[in-house]
């Protein structure tokens, strides 16, 4: 994203919440950019065996009147896989051509750790696949993106920014086990918004915090 771009996503998204802390207010925009990319990727990726071209500099990014995403626009209906290939790779259009260079690209401008930014990517990621288990995927359906937020390293060695985005933790009060992010997305940052419901901080709140 460049600067122009990233000024007009601040400007019409920052207009309805003034005041916020601009990294607070990126990454309340990063979610939902995750989530409307990720639903039909990945499921057109695993269902359908097809690899949209997602990648950053493929892809249109519709904004609507509030700054935040409203439609994304590919370039073309992009490929079936005869044999699709292994599951770092099969993910590379969405993770490495989108995901990544987009939050190279906010960590460089707002200074947003990018811990938490991937965290919002992995945790609408998990929360997708998670879902299709429940619903009854079948496990060779769902196999490839299990492995990309159990595997600790990518096939590289790197450090996997997706692994384990959220844990399920017992508590004695309240939902339990509570689907948790690993990492704050800190929206409370922006005015109006407190704690989500998956936060880990939910059971130690910053001051004057409060959860919803």
């Known amino acids: 994203m460049t600067d122009d771009g990233l000024g007009t996503v601040l400007e019409r998204f920052g207009a309805t919440h003034p005041g916020a802390d601009r990294r607070g207010l990126v990454s ?14 990945v499921v057109a990726n695993l269902v359908l065996h097809r690899e949209l071209p997602v990648a950053l500099d493929d892809l249109d990014v519709i ?9 994304f626009r590919v370039p073309d209906e992009g490929r079936v896989w005869s044999e699709p290939p292994e599951p770092f790779e099969r993910f590379s259009g969405l993770l490495a051509e989108n995901v990544e260079p987009l939050i190279d690209g906010l960590y460089h401008q707002v200074k947003v750790s990018r811990r938490v ?12 696949v998670s879902a299709m288990v429940d619903y009854g995927a079948p496990e060779a ?5 299990l492995t990309i937020v159990e595997a600790p390293e990518r096939p590289d060695g790197t450090q996997n920014p997706m692994h384990h985005p959220v844990q399920y933790v017992e508590r004695s009060e309240g939902p ?5 992010r690993r990492q704050c997305c800190i929206q409370y940052r ?14 130690r709140p910053p001051k004057g915090v409060t959860v919803g």
């Open 63 to 71: 904004l609507g009147d509030d700054g935040l995403p409203s439609a």
């Open 28 to 41: 309340l925009w990063s979610r939902y950019y995750f989530l409307w990319l990720t639903v039909p990727s």
């Open 190 to 203: 922006v005015p109006g918004f407190g704690l989500c419901g998956n936060c880990p901080l939910i059971d």
């Open 176 to 180: 339990s086990p509570l689907r948790q």
């Open 141 to 145: 359906v769902v196999a490839p993106a």
């Open 117 to 128: 930014l991937w965290s919002n990517a992995g945790n609408y990621f998990e929360w997708l």
